[in-house]
């Protein structure tokens, strides 16, 4: 029965009388004595958030750069031009013609022979194939973490995972009012709109920088399984 759980109380029920206890009907919240996380850059200020994230930035090989929305279009064209140019895909969201990119998306590109591949909920596998073959991928962080360096993406039909995954460099926007101290905010914030009863995506992506592994002896290789560049765009004024 897609879309139902049936059975769930007596299997439930059934589990709990084989371990010799009483079902367990809900769960209390444990209150914590000691939440050191809540410490970790309490009291830093925007700035200083953009300070951290700046600085973690250099730890995970990604490049940054601090612009404004009046200068977004031509540093966003510096770092396309930085990597190849040729092809771009991007999600299909309303907040690129916020930022003032749609002239440089939907004109300069086509005139300078960079191919745009906007999302397309009604063609899956036409997605893919655009960004399996796109040199660049850009998205927009929802939160982003000083800490570790990370900007979370939301999925949903207009904004596919693929496009951050699959191009081989990745370009993210960062509104600096999404800059948070760590993944502590991001994972109370989710938590929240699920209280709240709010829609939140099917998927929820943390990308910090490009793709790598260290999982032979510790050593760091950089872009094994994604995208082998990457750069955060900070935007001051969003």
Known sequence: MAGSIVNRDSFLSNIAKQLGRAPITQLTKPDWQFQPQDRVLKDATKDELVAVLEQQCKNINTNMIV????????????????Y???????????????????QLMQTQWPQADIELYVWDETQPAENIRQAEKANIGI????????????????SD????R?????????????????IVPRITQAARWISQKVQN??????????????????????????????????????????
């Open 157 to 160: 039909k207009h904004k596919g």
């Open 84 to 102: 190849g140019g040729r092809s771009v895909i991007t999600w299909q969201d309303e907040r690129f013609a916020q930022y003032g990119l749609d």
């Open 67 to 82: 612009t404004t929305t009046a200068n977004l279009a031509t540093d966003l064209q510096k770092v396309v031009d930085q």
């Open 162 to 178: 693929s496009v951050s995954f699959l191009p081989e460099k990745s370009i993210i926007l960062i509104p600096k009012s999404t």
């Open 197 to 238: 009863g709010e829609h939140i995506a099917s998927c929820i992506n943390f990308i910090t920088g490009p793709s790598n592994s260290a999982d032979i002896e510790m050593i760091l290789i950089v872009g094994v399984h994604g995208p082998i560049k990457a750069t955060y765009i900070v935007i001051e004024d969003q």
């Open 139 to 154: 998205t927009i962080s929802e939160m982003t973490l000083a800490e570790s360096g990370t900007a979370v993406l939301f």
